[in-house]
């Protein structure tokens, strides 16, 4: 089939170009201002006699449904898309689950937000109050006006970077669902990751311990064949049922993410959980009644390792601010201008609250306790130099799921 081409006018054809103030012609400023940003075609190819033009323009950003389709078809897709993404308003066409997910994620891209399509399911399961995985399940459903409203004063503030978790007001971590406000920061994969070292070391302790307390007939003989080797599910079980009662110290708790997820995967272990702020530990509460853990940590306002005086713990770990004063204005705004800058800052050389948590581990563990510490991948050297300098045991720093130097472990005791 031969392709018909539409050719427009250029300056140096005699067709007469309609100009803005013409009163025979209604402009469309909307697609005006994409077609200016998107498309060397002249801007007077919109235009509708204003006679009539009863109804707006069709082509209005507005109303980017059927418009958008026809010039999709006749190959101007990127102007399309620009109508589409201006703004989510009444069309003739109801807004499904699927269109609201394909525009947000559209938005968030070129806003630069991190992880838009992740953003864009968080806030639509929030407005229509399901999970995540049903918005797939019920791609088509309509969103009500109602419905509609609330989205979109969602997406107009994460689209100022305001953090989508505090929007919804929760954030997964690790196996749990966490309250999170701008009282607390929200939790990271790195910190994920720190507990995941602390699970491994317990597990790792445990079995070597019901080992060495294992009959000598229980024990695989020299030569012989070895236990079956168990799933990693099956590893994980037995590591927590044997675990004992671990107590640990977290110190700037503050929405309980680490203390509260190693309680909630070792049911023996114990927790004192410490914050300078009295907001965060109100968070870091309620997180722990609606998990059912209350009764098993013990919530302190203090200042790093002084709400502990006096006690002995398995376990010492932190979060502790650790952003460096020199890197603080290249901060992401929905970091800086959101979170708590406490949690945030750690001094001249990122390392002020660090210090003093690797001197001070080994007067609040008991023997054979062990610390670990969340810090900056590139402080990782300087970390590890102060532990082998305060007498620390075993000292290393551990990946996260990056493969980047986060996790500062060992035996402050020696």
């Given amino acids: 089939m031969r392709r018909i081409t539409r050719r427009w006018p250029t300056n140096s054809q005699t067709t007469p170009v309609p100009q803005a103030n013409d009163p025979a012609v209604g402009f469309c400023s909307g697609l005006l201002e994409h077609r200016a940003q998107f498309s060397d075609r002249p801007a007077s190819a919109c235009r509708v006699p204003r006679e009539e033009a009863k109804q707006p323009c069709p082509c209005r950003a507005m109303q980017p449904t059927k418009r958008g389709a026809r010039l999709a078809r006749r190959g101007d897709r990127k102007i399309a898309r620009g109508a589409l993404a201006s703004t989510i308003a009444e069309t003739d066409e109801p807004w499904t689950t699927r269109?609201?997910?394909?525009?947000?994620?559209?938005r968030f891209e070129e806003r630069g937000l991190e992880s838009p399509r992740v953003r864009a399911e968080m806030l639509l399961a929030h407005v229509l109050r399901t999970e995540r995985l049903r918005l797939y399940m019920e791609a088509e459903r309509?969103?009500?006006?109602?419905e509609l409203a609330d989205f979109r004063g969602l997406v107009k503030r994460a689209l100022r970077h305001e953090p989508v978790d505090h929007l919804v007001g929760t954030t997964p971590f690790f196996t749990l669902t966490l309250e999170v406000s701008p009282a607390v920061l929200v939790p990271?994969?790195?910190t994920e990751a720190l507990v995941e070292h602390v699970l491994q070391a317990v597990r790792a302790r445990a079995e070597r311990e019901e080992e060495a307390e294992a009959p000598a007939?229980?024990?695989p003989r020299p030569g012989g064949d070895a236990p079956a080797d168990r799933g990693p599910a099956d590893a994980e079980t037995a590591a927590v049922?044997?675990?004992g009662p671990v107590r640990v110290a977290d110190v700037g708790t503050g929405s309980g993410a680490i203390a509260l997820a190693l309680l909630k995967?070792?049911?023996e272990a114990s927790a004192v959980a410490t914050d300078v702020s009295a907001d965060a530990l109100g968070v870091a509460a309620r997180n722990a009644q609606r998990l059912g853990l209350a009764g098993r940590v013990d919530f302190r306002e203090g200042s790093l390792l002084e709400p502990l005086a006096g006690e002995r713990f398995d376990w010492l770990v932190s979060n502790p601010p650790y952003i460096p004063d020199a890197e603080w204005d290249a901060v992401e705004p929905g970091v800086k201008d959101h979170e708590p800058t406490l949690a945030l800052r750690g001094g001249p050389d990122g390392l002020d609250l660090l210090r003093p948590l690797i001197a001070g581990a080994a007067g609040v563990l008991a023997p054979g306790g062990r610390a670990a510490f969340e810090l900056a991948a590139s402080h990782a050297d300087a970390a590890l130099e102060l532990a082998v300098a305060a007498g620390w045991a075993d000292a290393a720093v551990l990946p996260d799921h990056e493969r980047l130097p986060r996790v500062l472990v060992g035996c402050p005791g020696g």
């Fill in 188 to 190: 990271r994969p790195s």
């Fill in 265 to 267: 995967s070792l049911p």
């Fill in 99 to 106: 269109k609201l997910l394909r525009w947000t994620t559209r």
């Fill in 241 to 243: 049922r044997g675990a």
């Fill in 142 to 146: 309509p969103a009500s006006p109602d």
């Fill in 217 to 219: 007939e229980a024990k």
